[in-house]
């Protein structure tokens, strides 16, 4: 159902064409609150002209945390700029001109669309059911992405379908760290919000030739990042995973709107940790913060990584200042930043190095075997592409 936020007694009415006959009516934003918490089968919100700006961006920005799924649609007497890129910001899907009565009823009919694939009753593209793998730290320089490109690689080089998507939209080093030249990137999949599918998603896609790994890069221009709403990262994950037996997110060390809504739809969050207490400490604040948003604490994982580092503190001093148990622990080891340096994956370029042996026996134990997959088979599949090194 759809709810009309309006202070005109007779908004209904103008708007029937679009909204059709049985749109509620409200007219004030704790009614509309109260009514999205009383029945969670209201799927959009249109919001009228007279509505000052800041209420109506803080309902879509409020109501979106909670509920992805929602479509909030803005109506204005006159378009500006500077209204849309705020209310897009805020994550509102569309802002249309108030006396368009066919524009009005598009944008509907693409926000119900939207909704119902978000939601899981659109068409499932690819027929697969994929798992979504986010890997955050709080903290910048603990390997973070390189932890995120070995483990995509290692998982497509076993033929795992796998796609690894660089949602450090302002900074983000996936493509320079696998010597890639994108041609598209997160930015290229606002334009096809709402509407996309397979093909949108492998248009912006480039290949990882050695491995199979699937990459969407992040945009070259960190003023991009701005540009891309939480709805539509949302929107790419969960086509992806239509597609993808793992689609793993690469993020920046920081609660952006794009991590909370990687977080949304996340099957696995991997937590990644090092031996210093400033890195300890954000992951602590970090895991606090996601016990705040409800977050399952089945659906997490904690790496210690550069595990034997000789600085003065231990795994299990990491374990209790974080209250909570060490999955794995990944070793130091300089061929790591060479690698890096290089632009080659680790797990690839040196198979039997005690880095990749720990990276892949990640993968194995708290991706594949998580999720159900026959480590016995996979072994046996890997055993050609890790038994030397290539």
């Known amino acids: ?11 209904a009415d103008t708007y029937r064409f679009a909204l059709g006959g049985d749109a509620l009516h409200l007219n004030s934003a704790p009614r509309v609150s ?9 799927s959009l919100v249109v919001i009228g002209p007279d509505i000052d700006l800041d209420s109506a961006c803080e309902l879509a920005e409020r109501e979106r945390i909670d509920r992805p799924e929602l479509g909030v ?26 006396d368009d009565q066919t524009a009005l009823a598009d944008a509907v009919r693409r926000s119900v669309a939207l909704t119902q694939q978000l939601s899981g009753h659109g068409t499932t593209v690819g027929g697969r059911d994929g798992k979504i793998i986010t890997v955050f730290s709080a903290k910048g320089g603990v390997g973070k992405t390189t932890m995120s490109t070995n483990l995509a690689v290692y998982l497509a080089s076993i033929g795992a379908k796998t796609l690894l998507v660089d949602l450090d939209l302002m900074f983000g080093d996936v493509a320079i ?43 070259p221009d960190p003023a991009d990042a701005d540009r ?8 790419l994950l969960r086509v992806a995973r239509g597609q993808y037996d793992y689609v ?10 794009h991590v909370l809504a990687a977080f949304d739809v996340s099957d696995l969050t991997v937590l990644i940790a090092t031996l210093d207490i400033p890195a300890v400490k954000n992951l602590r604040i970090a895991i606090n913060t996601l016990d705040t948003l409800g977050a399952s604490r089945e659906a997490r994982t904690i790496v210690l990584n550069r595990s034997d ?16 148990p060490i999955s794995a622990n990944v070793p130091n080891s300089l061929t790591v930043p060479a690698s890096v340096n290089r632009g080659v994956a680790l797990v690839l370029d040196d198979p039997r190095n005690p880095v990749s042996l720990a990276i892949r026996d990640l993968a194995d134990q708290e991706i594949r075997r998580r999720f ?16 030397s090194k290539r």
């Open 177 to 219: 760290s696998l010597q890639l030249q994108p041609h598209g990137s997160v930015r290229d999949v606002v334009a096809m919000s709402g509407h996309l599918d397979d093909q949108g998603v492998q248009s912006v896609v480039t290949r990882h030739e050695e491995s199979g790994l699937d990459v969407i890069a992040a945009p």
């Open 309 to 324: 580092a000789k600085v003065g503190l231990k795994a299990d001093d990491v374990e209790a200042a974080l209250k909570a």
């Open 73 to 98: 649609i803005l109506l204005r007497h006159r378009l500006d700029v500077t209204a849309l890129a705020q209310a897009l910001r805020s994550g509102v899907r569309e802002v249309v001109q108030a």
């Open 372 to 387: 159900g997959e026959d480590l016995q088979n996979g072994a046996k599949r890997s055993f050609g592409l890790f038994g």
């Open 1 to 11: 159902m759809t709810i009309l936020w309006d202070y005109d007694p007779g908004a």
């Open 228 to 235: 891309v709403p939480s709805h539509v990262v949302i929107e």
């Open 248 to 257: 793993l997110v690469d993020t920046p060390p920081s609660f952006t709107e």
């Open 34 to 42: 109260r009514a999205l918490e009383e029945d969670r089968s209201q």
